[in-house]
């Protein structure tokens, strides 16, 4: 199974919002609610951020959201702070009762 | 609240087998509601999942892994384990357990992470 592609990098000025894709197919996101978002730190372990597609759990600021337009998944995060600096996976359960995920896409805080 | 922690040898040598155990605290393994999951990071590359294991013994794997790896449960101890046979430097990377939700597929938490490193 090859990974859900994601741009390799990203940018914006703290303040601003910028949009993270994932995008797969109808076995997986295009057919599944179950998308996740996580952030991972340098040498950290990643940490959840939004699932099913746009559920943010307790902790995770407002800035960050999660939607889904047929094979392509969103995250967003506004109002771009210094610590959201870091890399972002999205993943995906398939069809196959098997899991995906993304390439990763490292955010730069201009 | 439920803590993961990876445990097992970090250095194994090219045609051996990788063995990893993670140890589930604050929690029972038992839950119906969670499969038991293992990830890898080569350095500087991505998150690849390997495959996760129900606590009654179901196994899901990676089919790019499937004909290598075995993800076994020991409910006694609270604990789920990782073989990986016949590896290269290929196999070399952070190994990650985590708890996956069975209705809705996020992995949370995250056990902090074991590097492993495939050399002779």
């Known amino acids: 199974q090859s990974a859900l592609t994601q741009p390799a990098s990203v940018s914006g000025s703290p303040g601003q919002s910028i949009t993270i894709s994932c995008t797969g197919t109808t076995t997986d996101v295009g057919g599944y609610n179950y998308v996740s978002w996580y952030q991972q730190h340098p040498g950290k372990a990643p940490k959840l951020l939004i699932s099913?597609?746009?559920h943010r759990p307790s902790g995770v600021p407002d800035r960050f959201s999660g939607s889904k337009s047929g094979n392509t998944a969103s995250l967003t995060i506004s109002g771009l702070q210094a610590e959201d600096e870091a890399d972002y996976y999205c993943s995906s359960s398939t069809s196959a009762n098997t899991v995906i995920f993304g390439g990763g896409t490292k955010l730069t805080v201009l | 609240q439920v803590q993961l922690q990876e445990s097992g040898p970090g250095l194994v040598k090219p045609s051996q087998t990788l063995s990893l155990s993670c140890t589930v605290s604050?929690?029972?393994?038992?839950?119906?509601?969670?499969?038991w999951s293992w990830i890898r990071q080569p350095p500087g590359r991505g998150l690849e999942w390997i495959g996760y294991?129900?606590?009654?013994?179901?196994?899901y794997y990676n089919p790019s892994l499937k004909s290598r790896v075995s993800i076994s449960v020991d409910t006694s101890k609270n604990q789920f384990s990782l073989k990986l046979r016949s590896v290269t430097a290929a196999d070399t990377a952070v190994y990650f357990c985590?708890?996956?939700?069975?209705?809705?597929?996020?992995?949370?938490?995250w056990g902090q992470g074991t590097l492993v490193t495939v050399s002779s």
């Open positions: 294991i129900y606590y009654s013994g179901s196994t």
């Open positions: 099913e597609v746009s």
């Open positions: 604050g929690g029972s393994i038992s839950s119906d509601d969670y499969y």
């Open positions: 985590a708890r996956v939700g069975w209705n809705d597929g996020k992995f949370d938490p």
